[in-house]
């Protein structure tokens, strides 16, 4: 490949050299890469029509190569590639200037074929033309030019003068190409620092003409943004690693824009031996491409939401109850301003939160994160100190987001009404066999008939094996963990045939996506954490359920375990040094851990929409407390957390008893 021609090497679309039977020698990159061939293949001289054949003809109707002087106008026209690729393409045809032919060597007259891939882009037609309209002025400096080297060799003061003006219209050239493709486009070299040459669409996208200037100021990097970029360019240029390997290390979008979205790509620029000489930066504006991309990531996310509630109607429905409940529970305690504690309600607007996320109802999710935020500036601003009387302001504030999310729950069911039909007057429901209907009737008269059918009811309709409760964490958390960059095998549920009566435990299950969030989002490591350290890519959730008497009752024990990173003891207690929050400077490693339960505790950095509040883990302690029982947690350092949770559970004799009291009275 001459020289001459390696400055179409960084153009982002498809471009070739052809003699005057459309024979191929030379094509760039992009034309290599759109019709899989080898280099050593597309300049071997072989007609065009064997790597790309166009519907309509390369040429327009009566028009030859040899009357081609300037460039043609772009047509846009189909195509089809031998390897069955087919698409439409805007293709312009120009001759080489007789100064590049020569430095390149050619032997007879060449033309440049140009073609834009417009498949996707159509609805860009319009502007691409009025640009090309635009470039009327260079071609006609360019007609100019040929004209003044009709003199060429009449001295070689005039030869070297018109060669020179020659290479700076075929700079020109290149230049309003490059222009034409719509993308950012400038070289840095090693220094870090932006050569001359770039694309005036450069000058919109960063909003500064990027020449002769720091590529971290080009690119608006601040703080630590900068020395991590300083560091990343010198070793792309020491070729510490292969470039293609080091291009996911940098920059990769434009940060100071968020509502567009410009991505970034790098192409190294190499001498003739092989050595990089600078780097090409092609900066793209996908806004449009990126606001199609999250409506179908909407629509999918709907469908997974109707998918997730069909399939596990039961909890959906148990979620729908207890949302209720609390909403309206909250409702009237905010706008009478009584039984407000706000503790309580911190844990009731995060237990919201979590089990509408894991159903996919963002909308609720976000409304009940924005509530949290409204009440926990509040208790700042107090500094920390919730007075006894709620401001009127305050409590209508977030009375106004309870009875949005309420809104938004009754809008969803009116909708999608089959998929929680009965949830609002009857909870769950259980079907009884005809057959059973019909023993029961002949031992309606048996003296131990109540008791017996007490005992049948317990055991086969009031309980449901627990497992099934839990029916849609594991779907709801996989989603989580890719949403937060990791990866999580399926949970695992241990005696998840166990029996419990699901409505004796609705409201402690329901805290207990706290628990498998906080796993999640604190506990498992990212795919590149987790291989450093030894582990297999894809974290684990185990859920354990063990039924036992103790002291004359029946416990129901639960224990969550991730095999993440575990509760470093150090950091809690550096954490809580932070916060300024009391506590027991003596106490052990295990027992500081327990500081995860606090309200006013969190090891998180920031509030996400999953967790930092220090809310969640308490909701679970406060609701095993409330039923008498207990939560702790056990962790290793490197190997993983277990919460467990420790509560009484109800025994068939309650019924018994309750039925026996019944007929006695």
Same mark, same amino acid.
């Given at each position: 490949?001459?020289?001459?021609?390696?400055?179409?090497?960084?153009?982002?679309?498809?471009?070739?050299?052809?003699?005057?039977?459309?024979?191929?020698?030379? &094509?760039?990159?992009?034309?290599?890469?759109?019709?899989? *061939?080898?280099?050593?293949?597309?300049?071997?001289?072989?007609?065009?029509?064997?790597?790309?054949?166009?519907?309509?003809?390369?040429?327009?109707?009566?028009?030859?190569?040899?009357?081609?002087?300037?460039?043609?106008?772009?047509?846009?026209?189909?195509?089809?590639?031998?390897?069955?690729?087919?698409?439409?393409?805007?293709?312009?045809?120009?001759?080489?200037?007789?100064?590049?032919?020569?430095?390149? &060597?050619?032997?007879?007259?060449?033309?440049?074929?140009?073609?834009?891939?417009?498949?996707?882009?159509?609805?860009?037609?319009?502007?691409?033309?009025?640009?090309?309209?635009?470039?009327?002025?260079?071609?006609?400096?360019?007609?100019?030019?040929?004209?003044?080297?009709?003199?060429?060799?009449?001295?070689?003061?005039?030869?070297?003068?018109?060669?020179?003006?020659?290479?700076?219209?075929? +700079?020109?050239?290149?230049?309003?190409?490059?222009?034409?493709?719509?993308?950012?486009?400038?070289?840095?070299?090693?220094?870090?620092?932006?050569?001359?040459?770039?694309?005036?669409?450069?000058?919109?996208?960063?909003?500064?003409?990027?020449?002769?200037?720091?590529?971290?100021?080009?690119?608006?990097?601040?703080?630590?943004?900068?020395?991590?970029?300083?560091?990343?360019?010198? %070793?792309?240029?020491?070729?510490?690693?292969?470039?293609?390997?080091?291009?996911?290390?940098?920059?990769?979008?434009?940060?100071?824009?968020?509502?567009?979205?410009?991505?970034?790509?790098?192409?190294?620029?190499?001498?003739?031996?092989?050595?990089?000489?600078?780097?090409?930066?092609?900066?793209?504006?996908?806004?449009?491409?990126?606001?199609?991309?999250?409506?179908?990531?909407?629509?999918?996310?709907?469908?997974?939401?109707?998918?997730?509630?069909?399939?596990?109607?039961?909890?959906?429905?148990?979620?729908?109850?207890?949302? +209720?409940? @609390?909403?309206?529970?909250?409702?009237?305690?905010?706008?009478?301003?009584?039984?407000?504690?706000?503790?309580?309600?911190?844990?009731?607007?995060?237990?919201?939160?979590?089990?509408?996320?894991?159903?996919?109802?963002?909308?609720?999710?976000?409304?009940?994160?924005?509530?949290?935020?409204?009440?926990?500036?509040?208790?700042?601003?107090?500094?920390?100190?919730?007075?006894?009387?709620?401001?009127?302001?305050?409590?209508?504030?977030?009375?106004?987001?309870?009875?949005?999310?309420?809104?938004?729950?009754?809008?969803?069911?009116?909708?999608?009404?089959?998929?929680? %039909?009965?949830?609002?007057?009857?909870?769950?429901?259980?079907?009884?066999?005809?057959?059973?209907?019909?023993?029961?009737?002949?031992?309606? +008269?048996?003296?131990?008939?109540?008791?017996?059918?007490?005992?049948?009811?317990?055991? +086969?309709?009031?309980?449901?094996?627990?497992?099934?409760?839990? &029916?849609?964490?594991?779907?709801?958390?996989?989603?989580?963990?890719?949403?937060?960059?990791?990866?999580?095998?399926?949970?695992?549920?241990?005696?998840?045939?166990?029996?419990?009566?699901?409505?004796?435990?609705?409201?402690?299950?329901?805290?207990?996506?706290?628990?498998?969030?906080?796993? @999640?989002?604190?506990?498992?490591?990212?795919?590149?954490?987790?291989?450093?350290?030894?582990?297999? *890519?894809?974290?684990?959730?185990?859920?354990?359920?063990?039924?036992?008497?103790? &002291?004359?009752?029946?416990?129901?024990?639960?224990?969550?375990?991730?095999?993440?990173?575990?509760?470093?003891?150090?950091?809690?207690?550096?954490?809580?040094?932070?916060?300024?929050?009391?506590?027991?400077?003596?106490?052990?490693?295990?027992?500081?851990?327990?500081? *995860?339960?606090?309200?006013?505790?969190?090891?998180?950095?920031?509030?996400?929409?999953?967790?930092?509040?220090?809310?969640?883990?308490?909701?679970?302690?406060?609701?095993?407390?409330?039923?008498?029982?207990?939560?702790?947690?056990?962790?290793? *350092?490197?190997?993983?957390?277990?919460?467990?949770?420790?509560?009484?559970? @109800?025994?068939?004799?309650?019924?018994?008893?309750?039925?026996?009291?019944?007929? %006695?009275?």
């Amino acid at each position: 490949m001459s020289e001459i021609f390696r400055i179409f090497e960084n153009i982002q679309e498809p471009m070739f050299i052809i003699d005057g039977e459309f024979n191929v020698y030379w &094509g760039n990159s992009a034309a290599l890469q759109a019709l899989d *061939v080898s280099a050593r293949k597309l300049s071997s001289g072989k007609p065009l029509s064997n790597f790309i054949e166009f519907k309509q003809g390369a040429l327009a109707e009566g028009q030859t190569l040899d009357s081609i002087e300037e460039p043609s106008a772009s047509r846009e026209i189909d195509f089809t590639t031998p390897n069955g690729g087919n698409g439409s393409g805007q293709i312009s045809i120009q001759s080489v200037p007789q100064v590049i032919q020569l430095a390149a &060597g050619a032997d007879s007259k060449r033309w440049v074929v140009y073609i834009r891939n417009v498949t996707l882009e159509k609805i860009l037609a319009d502007k691409f033309k009025a640009q090309l309209d635009a470039k009327e002025g260079v071609i006609v400096e360019l007609q100019t030019a040929r004209a003044e080297l009709e003199n060429y060799s009449k001295n070689l003061e005039k030869m070297v003068e018109a060669r020179t003006v020659e290479l700076r219209e075929a +700079n020109r050239l290149v230049s309003t190409i490059l222009n034409s493709l719509g993308q950012g486009i400038f070289v840095f070299d090693r220094n870090a620092q932006t050569l001359p040459f770039y694309s005036k669409v450069s000058e919109r996208m960063f909003g500064i003409a990027p020449a002769n200037k720091p590529v971290a100021d080009v690119l608006r990097l601040e703080g630590s943004e900068r020395e991590t970029f300083k560091k990343w360019i010198e %070793a792309v240029f020491e070729e510490m690693l292969d470039f293609e390997d080091l291009v996911p290390l940098g920059p990769s979008r434009l940060t100071t824009s968020p509502d567009k979205h410009v991505a970034f790509d790098f192409h190294p620029m190499r001498s003739e031996q092989g050595a990089l000489q600078g780097v090409v930066l092609v900066a793209t504006d996908k806004t449009e491409e990126m606001k199609a991309r999250k409506e179908a990531e909407r629509e999918r996310s709907f469908a997974r939401r109707i998918v997730q509630i069909v399939q596990h109607r039961q909890q959906f429905k148990t979620f729908v109850n207890e949302a +209720n409940r @609390i909403l309206a529970g909250r409702s009237k305690s905010l706008e009478t301003g009584s039984g407000l504690d706000h503790e309580e309600v911190s844990r009731d607007l995060h237990t919201i939160k979590g089990g509408a996320a894991s159903f996919s109802l963002i909308e609720i999710a976000d409304r009940a994160h924005h509530c949290e935020d409204v009440l926990s500036n509040y208790v700042k601003s107090q500094a920390g100190v919730m007075p006894t009387e709620w401001p009127n302001g305050l409590r209508m504030q977030l009375k106004s987001g309870v009875d949005v999310m309420t809104r938004y729950l009754n809008e969803f069911l009116e909708n999608h009404s089959f998929l929680a %039909a009965g949830s609002e007057v009857e909870g769950r429901t259980v079907e009884i066999p005809v057959a059973t209907l019909q023993a029961w009737h002949e031992r309606i +008269n048996h003296p131990q008939f109540a008791k017996i059918v007490s005992e049948e009811i317990f055991e +086969n309709w009031m309980q449901e094996p627990v497992a099934r409760l839990f &029916g849609n964490v594991d779907g709801s958390m996989r989603e989580l963990a890719q949403r937060l960059g990791k990866s999580l095998k399926p949970t695992v549920f241990e005696n998840g045939d166990l029996k419990v009566v699901p409505e004796y435990f609705q409201e402690l299950f329901g805290t207990y996506i706290h628990g498998f969030r906080n796993a @999640i989002d604190h506990g498992i490591e990212t795919p590149g954490e987790r291989i450093a350290a030894g582990k297999d *890519v894809d974290g684990q959730l185990k859920v354990k359920f063990e039924r036992f008497v103790q &002291g004359g009752q029946q416990w129901l024990k639960t224990e969550i375990y991730d095999d993440g990173r575990g509760m470093d003891p150090v950091r809690i207690r550096r954490r809580l040094d932070e916060k300024q929050l009391a506590y027991d400077t003596n106490a052990t490693d295990e027992e500081i851990i327990q500081a *995860v339960f606090r309200d006013d505790f969190s090891t998180a950095n920031a509030v996400t929409d999953v967790s930092g509040r220090g809310v969640g883990l308490s909701a679970v302690k406060a609701q095993a407390e409330k039923m008498g029982g207990e939560a702790f947690v056990r962790s290793t *350092v490197g190997t993983g957390s277990i919460l467990t949770v420790v509560v009484p559970d @109800i025994q068939t004799s309650s019924l018994t008893v309750a039925s026996e009291l019944k007929q %006695a009275g």
